[in-house]
T-cell receptor
Framework: QKEVEQDPGPLSVPEGAIVSLNCTYS??????FMWYRQYSRKGPELLMY????GNKEDGRFTAQVDKSSKYISLFIRDSQPSDSATYLC?????????????FGAGTRLAVHP | ETGVTQSPTHLIKTRGQQVTLRCSSQ?????VSWYQQALGQGPQFIFQ???????GRGNFPPRFSGLQFPNYSSELNVNALELDDSALYLC???????????FGPGTRLTVL
């Protein structure tokens, strides 16, 4: 079983839709949670970074963490064609003084006009 | 402020050869981590360098090695290349070994 599970999609939505992306994890030691966006043939770009359970909002993006259920989500409101990308969840437990990110497989999102 | 840069962009090698990939960390960052991303997969942690020392390693064989220089730039070396080493190699830098990581554009390695 993978430490982080993420549905690879693809997910296709019309412009303006609310998008929900999700990851589950098995290791309760994970403390920090991130969402990265990766355009085709580019490096991942950090979108959101959260520590505690609850919601964190940044513009059209909301990250949600539920540590009791080992479940994290990213919501995108008013989705745009420019949001079409692969979304990677990542998490980490500080181990021996270094920071190793564990990623999900990524969900491909297509927003069509 | 300059972001993370990597070179080369693309590389084609044959089985058994050796390759060196380079990374310049973001200004003010002293930590570099390397990841391998196979097609359709999330990045996998290779190792991390903090102040010129390797301070963490993932499940990769010893033929994957690295260096970090006094200016905090870094190299990833892979010996005895195998077909399965074909992937996007990503470098990420952070201002401390436990801080948020910012990624470069990656080097796409193809092994024939």
């Amino acid at each position: 079983q993978k430490e982080v599970e993420q549905d690879p999609g693809p997910l296709s939505v019309p412009e303006g839709a609310i998008v929900s992306l999700n990851c589950t994890y098995s290791n309760s030691a994970f403390q920090y949670f991130m969402w990265y966006r990766q355009y085709s043939r580019k490096g991942p770009e950090l979108l959101m970074y959260t520590y505690s359970s609850g919601n964190k909002e940044d513009g059209r993006f909301t990250a949600q963490v539920d540590k009791s259920s080992k479940y994290i989500s990213l919501f995108i409101r008013d989705s745009q064609p420019s949001d079409s990308a692969t979304y990677l969840c990542a998490m980490t437990k500080l181990s021996g003084g270094y920071n190793k990110l564990i990623f999900g497989a990524g969900t491909r999102l297509a927003v069509h006009p | 402020e300059t972001g993370v840069t990597q070179s080369p962009t693309h590389l084609i090698k044959t089985r058994g050869q050796q390759v060196t990939l380079r990374c310049s960390s973001q200004s003010g960052h002293n930590t570099v981590s390397w990841y391998q991303q196979a097609l359709g997969q999330g990045p996998q942690f290779i190792f991390q360098y903090y102040r010129e020392e390797e301070n963490g390693r993932g499940n990769f064989p010893p033929r994957f090695s690295g260096l970090q220089f006094p200016n905090y730039s870094s190299e990833l070396n892979v010996n005895a290349l195998e077909l399965d080493d074909s992937a996007l190699y990503l470098c990420a830098s952070s201002s401390d070994n436990t801080d948020t990581q910012y990624f470069g554009p990656g080097t796409r390695l193809t092994v024939l």
